[in-house]
């Protein structure tokens, strides 16, 4: 069956060719321009944005701006903390950087937007964090809500973009706006294919924040970067996305969170394995663990699991539903693959996909199905492109 599979895997790999980005010093993100920010921020309050990607170069980008003389009032935390060491779904508390003595705000917690009293002052927000190019990657709705937060007050929001590390392709249903929520918020497919500065441009243009409102929005774009690249991340972007495979895999994993399958949260090498108690294919076997700043209490903690080992691939196709279907159907009683069909609803951005699994519609019907949505989106995605296409 593993040679089977691998057939599979190659015979996908085959349609599928990306191009690198050529050496790590061609790409210089916007954060290392400073000659390009700097003189803006002079004299300015500043409000930060940023976690433990936020480098230049070697520096934070916090220690960096206050080694140049910037005003950095205060620092925003997201998701997984200011220093990207915890876990996911763990609610962050409001507290002081014990190296700056800079006040830390918490927009992972009881609230996810900025209020009046946290952005008085300020004159400017920088956002600067290494996303992953999918909609249910929550550093781009607080982003959002950031930019929202920076209208209302009459901040300037400044994005300071970094590559897309699968932003050299499309995939996904369009969100159906009725199913809005912190980990959806625009009407864009699951692998968008934009970097942040683009997409914070598609957000304002198309008047997505409350009411139609538009922040005063500034980009500063990375050199030497296209969507045609295959841009392997330097730093990785939060606890569970530990390497290069993981990242390019999680597009295709993430839908197993809201099954009873497990695609390695508790292990050492999430985002690259997919199993479960009882699993007849025995390629590999693992045991999730609690591991702090990690994953807490992960699924089937402490319970002997056995599925498939992605470890060894090389590369990744594009999104893939197959994974997927192909774990569904190895149990008897559907209803026991679900863990909740809300998660699916809201991970996917599509009512019909719950459906459509449990009926055995095949994996290219079900993406025949978004190829319209799609279109049209990719259609609105050219107007605020700021780096060549991958087409």
């Known amino acids: 069956m593993k040679q089977v599979f691998q057939f599979f895997i190659f015979s996908i790999m085959l349609l599928w060719i990306n191009t690198a980005c050529g050496s790590d010093k061609s790409i210089i993100v916007a954060a290392e321009q400073p000659n390009e920010y700097l003189h803006l921020l002079v004299g300015k309050k500043v409000g930060l944005m940023v976690n433990h990607t936020s480098m230049v170069d070697s520096v934070h980008l916090l220690d960096f701006l206050l080694s140049q003389g910037v005003m950095v009032d205060k620092v925003f935390a997201v998701e997984h903390g200011f220093r990207g060491d915890a876990a996911d779904g763990e609610l962050i508390d409001h507290s002081i950087d014990h190296t700056t003595g800079i006040p830390i705000v918490s927009l992972y917690g009881s609230e996810k937007k900025a209020n009046k009293n946290q ?91 409350n009411d139609g409102i538009q922040c005063d929005l500034k980009v500063f774009k990375v050199k030497n970067y296209t969507h045609s690249c295959l841009y392997k991340l330097p730093i990785n972007p939060s606890p569970n996305l530990p390497n290069h495979l993981s990242v390019r895999l999680y597009p295709s994993l993430c839908f197993f969170e809201a099954t009873n399958v497990s695609i390695g949260r508790g292990t050492k090498f999430p985002f690259q394995v997919i199993g479960y108690p009882g699993s007849p294919v025995k390629e590999i076997s693992f045991t999730p663990k609690s591991i702090p700043g990690m994953s807490n209490n992960p699924l089937h903690e402490n319970i002997l699991c056995h599925g498939i080992d992605l470890k060894d691939l090389n590369e990744v196709p594009p999104f893939t539903l197959e994974f997927f279907i192909r774990f569904f159907n190895y149990f008897e009683n559907h209803d026991d693959f679900w863990k909740s069909r809300r998660w699916i609803d809201l991970l996917s951005g599509d009512k019909n996909f719950y459906q459509q699994i449990n009926s055995g519609i095949d994996a290219q019907s079900i993406k025949a199905a978004w190829e319209n949505g799609i279109q049209k989106y990719k259609h609105t995605r050219k107007k605020y492109l700021l780096y060549p296409d991958f087409e």
């Open 119 to 209: 952005m008085q002052g300020l004159d400017i927000v920088i956002f600067d964090m290494q996303d992953v190019g999918c909609r249910f990657y929550t550093y781009i709705s607080s982003m959002h809500y950031m930019m929202e937060a920076c209208a209302e007050n009459d901040i300037s929001f400044f994005v300071f973009d970094r590559p897309n590390p699968n932003g050299d392709y499309i995939a996904g249903p369009v969100l159906d706006m009725e199913l809005k929520s912190f980990v959806g918020m625009h009407p864009i497919p699951i692998v968008h294919g934009c970097t942040v500065g683009e997409l914070a441009q598609m957000i304002n243009g198309e008047n997505w924040l």
